[in-house]
């Protein structure tokens, strides 16, 4: 029997704030996370910002031993886990351990510990090098610590699936509980990528956006004309998907339920969307089929709305192609004019932004939005917040190599 999932618990660690609640209110508010980067000195890159998580503190969350042993997207990683932990009433007693897995996922992984320690041999340092680099870059190894974080001995997995992680993470999780592999999976993405070498590959590849370094609030316009390029960013969102009896049982608020997962490869290119969105819009179609519901029964879509010319048009075309003659009454959002491109995470953390759109009958505004694209004309419901009370949402992530994931999500109803 296909069973229920329902989400029960959320932490996230955004640029616009640590916690989840805060960074809704600022997100709904339309204030951006996105300012000059302050990890590095990036005068010489043609893109000087970036989504950076300030105002945090991993000895918040993690012990001293812990901190030192391990990168800044662990880091982010177990603080929204704990949150989320925290947030759900979580406790996994014993004999049920088995019945709780983990789903992580990330992008980049431990990039920043191997520049720092990469630096150290070519300055002949080789005796400073931490032992425990290769544990890092073994990022599966972050899987392990949530699972420990929680004592989770079921399903255990970790995506590198690129921008498209963090959405496949619930996807599996969804499904591990949907046919009972599990009662509870704790599911999630981090990333922390803002180094100068990845910053100077994006730079050299003319990916990020060039135009707004003296006005860092405007440099992420998803669906704009003026756009041309993302914003990288930084952060982490977890989530506890739970079996809907097992929240039951033991009392657990409920925020939404996840109906459908759809993922889909584009066979196309590295970084390319394929121009026509087939495959985009085929991952919409399998996502909201598995709901069991028909396409015109969406009223909400949170876009993966990069900022790019290629993937803002791309996901345009593919939404018309599928939604057919109602497509402009669709309120669609995107999150990333705010907070920027937060890699593996942006999944993760764009699900728990729908389902707080689900719970609070809030649509979250896409900003910069001050010319709109003749090829981008849908309701992108620019510049302020819309209240509707609406019942099912849709959240689309596609990443590099054509990997594309969509979710659906329903408001919760007994």
């Given at each position: 029997?296909?069973?229920?999932?329902v989400?029960?618990?959320?932490?996230?660690?955004?640029?616009?704030?640590?916690?989840?609640?805060?960074?809704?209110?600022?997100?709904?508010?339309?204030?951006?996370?996105?300012?000059?980067?302050?990890?590095?000195?990036a005068?010489?890159?043609?893109?000087?910002?970036?989504g950076?998580?300030?105002?945090?503190?991993?000895?918040?969350?993690?012990?001293?031993?812990?901190?030192?042993?391990?990168?800044?997207?662990?880091?982010f990683?177990?603080a929204?886990?704990?949150?989320?932990?925290?947030?759900?009433?979580?406790?996994?007693?014993?004999?049920?351990?088995y019945?709780?897995?983990?789903?992580?996922?990330?992008?980049?992984?431990?990039?920043?510990?191997?520049?720092?320690?990469?630096?150290?041999?070519?300055?002949?340092?080789?005796r400073?090098?931490?032992?425990?680099?290769i544990?890092?870059?073994?990022?599966?190894?972050?899987?392990?610590?949530?699972?420990?974080?929680?004592n989770?001995?079921?399903p255990?997995?970790?995506?590198?699936?690129?921008?498209?992680?963090?959405?496949?993470?619930?996807?599996?999780?969804f499904?591990?509980?949907?046919?009972?592999?599990?009662?509870?999976?704790?599911?999630?993405?981090?990333d922390?990528?803002?180094?100068?070498?990845?910053m100077?590959s994006?730079?050299?590849?003319?990916?990020?956006a060039?135009?707004?370094n003296?006005?860092?609030?405007?440099?992420?316009?998803?669906?704009?004309?003026?756009?041309?390029?993302?914003?990288?960013?930084?952060?982490?969102?977890?989530?506890?998907?739970?079996?809907?009896?097992?929240?039951?049982?033991?009392?657990?608020?409920?925020?939404?339920?996840?109906?459908?997962?759809?993922?889909?490869?584009?066979?196309?290119?590295?970084?390319?969307?394929?121009?026509?969105?087939?495959?985009?819009?085929?991952?919409?179609?399998?996502s909201?089929?598995?709901?069991?519901?028909?396409?015109?029964d969406?009223?909400?879509?949170?876009?993966?709305?990069?900022?790019?010319?290629a993937?803002?048009?791309?996901?345009?075309?593919?939404?018309?192609?599928?939604?057919?003659?109602?497509?402009?009454?669709?309120?669609?959002?995107?999150?990333?004019?705010?907070?920027?491109?937060?890699?593996?995470?942006?999944?993760?953390?764009?699900?728990?932004?729908?389902?707080?759109?689900?719970?609070?009958?809030l649509?979250?505004?896409?900003?910069?939005?001050?010319?709109?694209?003749?090829?981008?004309?849908?309701?992108?419901?620019?510049?302020?917040?819309?209240?509707?009370?609406?019942?099912?949402?849709?959240?689309?992530?596609?990443?590099?190599?054509?990997?594309?994931?969509?979710?659906?999500?329903?408001?919760?109803?007994?």
């Open positions: 029997m296909k069973r229920r999932v989400v029960t618990g959320m932490g996230a660690v955004t640029p616009l704030a640590v916690g989840v609640e805060e960074s809704w209110k600022r997100l709904c508010a339309g204030e951006s996370g996105v300012k000059k980067i302050t990890q590095f000195d005068s010489s890159l043609k893109c000087q910002v970036a950076e998580v300030r105002g945090f503190s991993a000895g918040g969350f993690l012990k001293p031993k812990k901190i030192k042993r391990t990168d800044r997207f662990v880091h990683l177990l929204a886990t704990k949150m989320a932990i925290e947030d759900g009433q979580l406790e996994v007693s014993s004999g049920e351990e019945r709780v897995g983990v789903v992580a996922a990330s992008a980049i992984g431990s990039c920043k510990t191997f520049e720092a320690n990469h630096e150290l041999v070519i300055k002949g340092l080789m400073s090098v931490t032992p425990y680099l544990i890092n870059l073994s990022a599966n190894t972050a899987a392990g610590e949530m699972a420990s974080m929680c989770a001995r079921g255990h997995h970790f995506l590198q699936e690129a921008c498209s992680a963090g959405t496949s993470a619930i996807g599996l999780g499904r591990a509980i949907k046919y009972g592999e599990a009662e509870v999976m704790v599911v999630g993405g981090a922390a990528g803002i180094s100068p070498t990845l100077a994006l730079d050299n590849l003319g990916a990020l060039t135009s707004w003296e006005q860092p609030h405007r440099s992420s316009r998803p669906f704009d004309k003026g756009r041309n390029g993302f914003v990288t960013s930084e952060g982490s969102g977890v989530l506890i998907l739970e079996e809907l009896e097992h929240a039951r049982a033991r009392g657990a608020k409920i925020y939404a339920e996840v109906v459908g997962y759809g993922s889909t490869c584009d066979a196309y290119h590295a970084v390319a969307p394929l121009p026509s969105g087939e495959s985009a819009m085929k991952c919409m179609e399998l909201i089929e598995e709901a069991g519901i028909r396409p015109e969406i009223e909400h879509i949170n876009a993966h709305g990069t900022s790019t010319v993937n803002d048009g791309t996901e345009t075309l593919a939404i018309k192609k599928l939604f057919g003659p109602r497509v402009k009454e669709i309120m669609i959002s995107a999150n990333k004019s705010m907070i920027g491109h937060m890699w593996g995470a942006a999944g993760a953390v764009e699900g728990i932004f729908t389902t707080k759109t689900l719970q609070e009958g649509i979250p505004p896409t900003i910069n939005l001050d010319e709109a694209d003749p090829e981008c004309d849908l309701d992108y419901v620019p510049h302020k917040a819309r209240h509707a009370n609406i019942r099912y949402a849709l959240s689309n992530s596609f990443g590099f190599g054509g990997i594309n994931a969509s979710l659906v999500f329903k408001k919760y109803e007994e």
